[in-house]
């Protein structure tokens, strides 16, 4: 259980951190906040499509699973961010706005498990 506990620190950290970066970078270009948010959880879903793919082919574990798709995707992803950024909007009443982010986080996020899943089958 501890070895868990760690994998799954060890990745979230690593994750958070990197969608600090992703947010921080979007910022630096002048870009709304919901295109960092979005980058990270498109991102996020690429990733862990491919990552439960090799842990899966390669019969890595179940430390790797967790590090990778709980603690790393974890971090990365920001559906709590995504949630509160929809609220704001919402409170903002600029639905198209509202109905744009859900449908693009939503969509892209789907298309990008599933190419995650695609590519890395193709691979390994």
Same mark, same amino acid.
């Given at each position: 259980?501890? $070895? =868990? %506990?760690? +994998?799954?620190?060890? /990745?979230?950290? !690593? ?6 970066? %992703?947010?921080? *970078? ?7 906040? !919901? $295109?960092?948010?979005?980058?990270? =959880?498109?991102? /996020? ?5 491919? +990552?439960?793919? !090799?842990?899966?082919?390669? @019969? ?8 990778? *798709?709980? /603690?790393?995707? /974890? ?23 509202? *109905?744009? @982010? %859900? ?7 789907? %298309?990008?498990? $599933? +190419? ?9």
């Amino acid at each position: 259980m501890l $070895w =868990n %506990i760690c +994998a799954v620190g060890a /990745g979230g950290s !690593i994750g958070a951190v990197l969608r600090f970066l %992703i947010s921080k *970078a979007g910022s630096h270009f002048g870009l709304d906040v !919901i $295109w960092g948010t979005l980058a990270a =959880n498109v991102l /996020g879903g690429l990733i862990i499509g491919a +990552a439960l793919e !090799i842990v899966l082919a390669r @019969n890595l574990g179940e430390n790797a699973r967790l590090f990778l *798709a709980v /603690g790393f995707c /974890g971090g990365l992803t920001t559906f709590s961010t995504f949630s509160m950024d929809n609220l704001r909007i919402l409170e903002d009443e600029l639905y198209g706005k509202l *109905a744009l @982010n %859900i449908g693009l986080n939503v969509t892209l996020c789907l %298309i990008a498990v $599933w +190419a995650g899943i695609k590519l890395t089958k193709a691979v390994v």
